[in-house]
């Protein structure tokens, strides 16, 4: 679990429950547009992969469902498609994370910059803020030299 264990501790302290090795495949609904619940299928741990790391796989046939009156999809920090999709040329990687310059944040769209998760994957508030320092000296230098050849 991509947690601390403080965090894991805080969470069942709450009152979360975990249900682990369990992935939500499919929102029921009652027909009239209310949420009654969710379908999840049992996974198991496969072999590592290359990096060690034990995937889950579908066990073939096991699903069971679980009753809910809302559902709140809260996973992962995987980039939102939009803004690539509605630009032009904006350059993503494998993981739809926005390559920039690493010394300016500038993007592959002259004059539009990034930085933070949106290009490091999901990272910490620190880097966030180092490549807004960092962008923001690069977008000050950019707008002068375009100021002044306008
Ligand atoms: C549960 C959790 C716990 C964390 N704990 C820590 C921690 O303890 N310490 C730590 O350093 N980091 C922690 N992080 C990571 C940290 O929150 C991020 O690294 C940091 O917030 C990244 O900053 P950002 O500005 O790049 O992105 P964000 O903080 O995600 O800001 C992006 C902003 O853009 C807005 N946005 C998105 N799409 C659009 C759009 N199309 N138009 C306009 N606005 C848009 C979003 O609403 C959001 O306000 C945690 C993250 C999570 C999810």
Do not use: C
Not at 7 to 19: L, P, R
Not at 115 to 137: N, P
């Amino acid at each position: 679990m991509p947690a601390r264990k403080e965090e894991y501790h805080h969470a069942i302290q709450e009152g979360v429950e975990f249900h682990f090795l369990q992935n939500p495949v499919e929102i029921l609904g009652n027909g009239e547009g209310w949420v009654t619940g969710l379908t999840v299928q049992q996974m198991q741990l496969g072999e590592p992969d290359a990096s060690g790391r034990r995937r889950p796989l579908p066990i073939a046939g096991q699903t069971s469902n679980v009753p809910a009156d809302v559902v709140v999809v809260a996973i992962g920090n995987d980039p939102n498609p939009l803004i690539p999709a509605a630009l032009p040329g904006l350059q993503v990687n494998k993981h739809g994370g926005i390559i920039t310059d690493e010394d300016t944040m500038e993007t592959s769209v002259p004059g539009v910059f990034a930085g933070g998760d949106i290009v490091l994957g999901a990272a910490t508030v620190i880097l966030a803020m180092g490549q807004g320092r960092k962008a923001a000296h690069a977008i000050h230098a950019w707008l002068t030299r375009t100021t002044e050849t306008s």
